[in-house]
């Protein structure tokens, strides 16, 4: 089995790259407007009230995500960005003085403080020899720091093609994941587009934290 932490130093490379190429811009995190990249977090941000909550942006890139929040949501909660990339992180600091944006890999470091909620945005996008492995080592990592829940995001295997350099994962497969070893209470959205007229090719998970036990799908008699 690949060492999933084996691929995150070559996706740090790979974003600070496009950082340097288009600075605090859609395209440093592979977006292609501001409408989309926004249109995603939107739809993130659904999970739960998070207007005064302690959210953890996981992936958190030049911090574009609360920007969002503070203007959409009126959010004045604790804020705290996770990012491999010290380009994105540098630029995300500029931009907002005073905000925790810090370097931090869960697969090797473990989590030491707890979170109401985190969202990943674009975290499992590109394509990876055990992309599979990297996306369920990542929440399993994340998911006891979350007290009230996470959400995340990714390309959704019905779509019209495949891009190569891209990664898309299949909805029942992740949803299955969520709810046999996280949490009972799982929602998979697959119904939004992100532009009008639009096919929904991407999906969100919200996996939410109650007092229930995981199951097994169970075969019916």
């Not at 380009?87 to 869960?106: I, N, Q, T």
Request: proline share 5%; net charge neutral.
């Amino acid at each position: 089995m690949i060492d999933p932490r084996a691929h995150l130093a070559t996706l740090a490379a790979h974003y600070g790259a496009l950082v340097r190429r288009h600075g605090d811009a859609p395209a440093a995190a592979q977006w292609s407007s501001v409408e989309t990249q926004e249109r995603r977090m939107a739809v993130l941000a659904e999970i739960g009230d998070l207007t005064r909550a302690k959210v953890l942006d996981f992936g958190c890139g030049t911090g574009h995500l609360l920007a969002l929040l503070r203007e959409r949501l009126g959010f004045c909660g604790e804020y705290v960005g996770w990012d491999l990339c010290e380009e994105a992180l540098a630029v995300a600091r500029a931009k907002f003085p005073g905000v925790r944006f810090e370097r931090h890999d869960v697969l090797a470091e473990g989590i030491a403080e707890r979170f109401d909620f985190a969202l990943l945005s674009g975290v499992f996008n590109n394509r990876l020899p055990d992309g599979w492995g990297v996306l369920t080592g990542i929440l399993r990592a994340l998911w006891p720091a979350c007290d009230r829940g996470l959400a995340f995001n990714a390309l959704s295997t019905y779509v019209d093609y495949f891009d190569r350099n891209l990664a898309y994962v299949d909805p029942e497969r992740v949803f299955r994941f969520c709810k046999e070893e996280l949490s009972p209470a799982v929602v998979l959205r697959h119904d939004y587009a992100l532009r009008d007229g639009d096919a929904p090719f991407e999906l969100t998970v919200y996996v939410r934290r109650v007092p229930q036990p995981c199951r097994a799908r169970r075969e019916p008699p």
